[in-house]
């Protein structure tokens, strides 16, 4: 299972990324663009989410598009989901706890294609 040690090491590796630490929350930025953050679950969330909201740490990040957002939420509600702050927003929440490294990877790396400027 994936840690947070694992998110910076992966994160940290792709070209032009900086890490910030912003009032406690850690986000990764390529161009000042966020493409991975933690996202630690609101009132609002707890809320909307009720008993099947998670209680481990949570992985904000950034997809293509909205098709790719519903594939994802829709392959494992084990591992990623949603909210209703996230409607209509290219994003999904990751139960970090719950999801491979090597899948964390390729959605890591697909968040930072998602937001690094086309060269």
Same mark, same amino acid.
């Given at each position: 299972?994936?840690?947070? !040690? !694992?998110?910076?090491? &992966?994160? $940290?590796?792709?070209? %032009?990324?900086?890490?910030?630490?912003? #009032?406690?929350?850690? !986000?990764?930025?390529?161009?000042?663009?966020?493409?991975? *953050?933690?996202?630690?679950? @609101?009132?609002?969330?707890?809320?909307?989410?009720?008993?099947?909201?998670?209680? %481990?740490? &949570?992985?904000?990040?950034?997809?293509?598009? +909205?098709?790719?957002?519903?594939?994802?939420?829709?392959?494992?509600?084990?591992?990623?989901? $949603?909210?209703?702050?996230? /409607?209509?927003?290219?994003?999904?929440?990751? /139960? +970090?706890?719950?999801?491979?490294?090597? #899948?964390?990877? #390729?959605?890591?790396? #697909?968040? *930072?294609?998602?937001?690094?400027? @086309?060269?």
């Amino acid at each position: 299972m994936a840690t947070w !040690d !694992d998110v910076r090491r &992966i994160a $940290t590796s792709m070209p %032009g990324v900086t890490e910030r630490v912003r #009032e406690g929350v850690v !986000d990764w930025r390529v161009e000042e663009r966020l493409f991975v *953050w933690e996202r630690p679950l @609101r009132g609002t969330d707890l809320a909307a989410l009720g008993a099947a909201a998670p209680t %481990g740490p &949570i992985l904000a990040a950034r997809v293509p598009d +909205l098709g790719a957002k519903e594939a994802l939420l829709a392959s494992d509600g084990s591992v990623y989901f $949603t909210t209703p702050h996230f /409607q209509g927003y290219p994003a999904v929440l990751v /139960q +970090l706890e719950c999801i491979e490294v090597g #899948e964390l990877e #390729e959605l890591i790396v #697909e968040a *930072w294609h998602a937001r690094a400027r @086309r060269r």
